[in-house]
């Protein structure tokens, strides 16, 4: 599993403790280096449902991807529904300045609740790692596919691998800092997931999922993201706040000794940090399953 504990779970937290712009801007940098990625799932999905009317972004956050929907579809209008206005706002300006706007909406609300409010039927449901974040799984599901038209496709990106960053051996502290940092973050995946309201335990079988909700599996495949070192300054930002980010959240957590090697790998004037060191790189991989509505 690959989970990424800051960027999926925006519209899930108390908003009133919530920096937004702080977190509109690293949701949209990390979707705009991923960019290749959604290129390249967008345009396997374009095979799977051709010229889709309504496209519906289901937990878009500030719409990086509900505006690469609209780029990849040019005859469809997107609507991005998320719980937070403010990722929303966001969304829609981008839109604008894209030039999509005039065939783009927003949606505020709850998922998968505010889908209610859609006016028509989606011909495609995108849901990037938004899933993870509803109690039942398999009700989240169901009033997915509920939304969907006769002959419309969800899309579910769950899974993929954990990122790399770093070798194995970076020089500094004990080999295998990212596999004891994934660790960590499984950990915290479970927690998150049993302290959901409503809070279900299901194999994450998505196409099986899918399945039980009345649709037919349609397709599974993952698409990776390949950025070799020496890597770009935008790929090293990326990577820098999101060593900092588990470096903040699983302070207590960390044994002293890889404490201290993240403090190194951050710190700008180190050259050990992930700011100067050449052999810095960004690989990624996301799953994409698709089911389609038959009846």
Known sequence: MAHDHETH??????HTDVDWSRMAEHLETQAELFTPLYERALAWLGHKQTEPGLIVDAG???????????E???????????????????????????????????????????LDDL???ADLLWASRSLHHLGDQRAGIAA????????????????GLPARFLPRDIGIGRPGLQARLDALE??????????LADSVAEVED??????????????????????????????????????????????ERLDAEDRDTLD????????????????VFVLAVHTVHTAVRTG
């Open 9 to 14: 779970g925006h519209h899930h937290h108390d």
């Open 60 to 70: 878009s956050g500030p719409g990086v991807l509900s505006c690469l929907l609209a």
């Open 186 to 195: 499984e950990e915290w995946f479970a927690q998150m997931r049993a302290g």
């Open 206 to 251: 998505w196409p099986a999922l899918m399945a039980s909700s009345g649709l037919r599996h349609t397709g599974t495949r993952s698409f990776m993201l390949d950025l070799p070192a020496p890597t770009t300054d935008r790929a090293r930002a990326y990577v820098a706040a999101s060593l900092g980010r588990l470096r903040e959240g699983f302070a």
């Open 264 to 279: 190194r790998l951050l710190d700008p004037e180190d050259a050990a940090s992930v700011h100067r060191r050449p052999d």
């Open 119 to 121: 006016d028509y039927p």
């Open 144 to 159: 997915f596919a509920a939304r969907l038209a006769r002959g419309g496709t969800l899309a579910l990106m769950e899974g």
């Open 72 to 114: 990849a579809f040019p005859g469809a209008r997107v609507v991005a529904v998320d719980g937070a206005e403010p990722l929303l706002e966001r969304a829609l300006a981008r839109a604008a300045r894209l030039g999509v706007v005039d065939r783009f909406g927003t949606l505020a609300g709850q998922l998968p609740a505010a």
